[in-house]
């Protein structure tokens, strides 16, 4: 006798749940990571954690919201100074310092979205830049910040951290590995909400979108707003762990724009999972040919331009349309089984 079937919808699979397992498992053993590995491993996995944060960002900008900006840099830069600014002028400690830089962040994204949100298409990602170049110009005059030279982070501040140099570089590695957590999940949940919905039916059909009653302007802006907050919280630990700020490093495009958009391109945009396969890719080939000296950029554009012609939604879009998987699934999907399942 066949036993008819029935439907249900769901967002999970084996294969999410398989994934949330072996998600935690992981993070056990990466907060373990400075109680075995060497300090340059410790070093290494801190910096793709904050790469991997700020490609998440990125992505959420321009893979899901549609806005392309190439001025990322500015709340890197932007998170870096309010820590130095805040914890020399107003004496906070530079977790309480990094935690109001990223309220900054979304104060000043506002300002800045209305202005830039006037702009459509290349003429937004030219325009994101030259609001970078604004930052930048504009701290390289604040003589109490070093000017156009730089400042370091006083002694007495770096210690406020931590009293050893070992527990200093243990608490970045983990506040970057925290960071990259609360990104990643902030960035899931909020795909996974009401606006990230009205969000992923923007991307694919803004007029449709649109027909809806979904407000576009109002959902891009709500975007703008939380990726420039994160970013500058990002940009504040990326400094704390430098412990010195100059205006050409701070809002450096290649550093922490051009890279991430590599990182994003190449794992593949709008997919949560691209950005970490990215990663992992720009690093290994970063560590492969770190003998070769700024060649290696050669290289990594030849990669990228090979990536882009045989796998146009990137590495992880091409596995995902070939093999159908989905590590974080955002949407809902109807299965079949029987009632004596």
Do not use: C
Request: net charge positive.
């Amino acid at each position: 006798m066949n036993i008819p079937l029935k439907y249900h919808v769901t967002r999970s699979s084996r294969l999410s749940r398989l994934v949330s397992v072996i998600t935690v498992l992981a993070l056990i053993l990466l907060i373990s990571v400075p109680l075995w590995a060497g300090r340059a491993d410790t070093r290494l996995l801190g910096e793709m954690f904050l790469y991997l944060a700020l490609a998440s960002l990125w992505n959420l900008l321009a893979g899901y919201a549609g806005l392309v900006s190439i001025g990322q840099q500015a709340f890197v830069g932007l998170g870096g100074y309010m820590l130095f600014a805040l914890t020399i002028f107003a004496g906070f400690h530079p977790l309480t310092a990094i935690a109001i830089s990223g309220v900054i962040g979304a104060i000043i994204a506002m300002p800045v979205g209305i202005l830039i949100f006037r702009l459509r298409g290349a003429y937004f990602a030219i325009g994101t830049w030259v609001i970078a170049e604004v930052f930048r110009l504009s701290f390289a005059q604040i003589q109490s910040l070093g000017g156009g030279s730089g400042s370091s982070l006083p002694v007495a501040i770096v210690k406020s951290l931590a009293s050893s140099r070992q527990m200093r570089e243990w608490a970045s590695y983990w506040l970057a590995l925290g960071l990259v957590v609360l990104v990643i999940g902030a960035v899931y949940l909020f795909l996974r909400s009401r606006q990230g919905l009205a969000l992923m039916a923007l991307r694919d059909n803004e007029l449709a979108a649109s027909s809806l009653g979904i407000d576009i302007w109002k959902t891009k802006f709500i975007v703008y707003i939380v990726t420039g907050a994160l970013t500058t919280l990002v940009g504040g630990l990326i400094f704390l762990q430098k412990l010195r700020i100059s205006p050409d490093a701070a809002f450096a495009v290649n550093d922490w724009t051009a890279f991430v958009i590599f990182i994003v391109v190449i794992g593949g945009i709008g997919t949560l999972e691209g950005p970490i396969i990215g990663t992992l890719v720009f690093f290994a080939l970063r560590e492969l040919l770190a003998d070769l000296g700024t060649a290696y950029l050669i290289v990594l554009g030849l990669f990228a331009i090979f990536v882009m012609l045989r796998a146009p939604q990137g590495v992880w879009g091409f596995m995902k349309s070939k093999f159908h998987i989905y590590l974080f699934p955002l949407n809902y999907k109807v299965e079949p089984f029987r009632e004596d399942d």
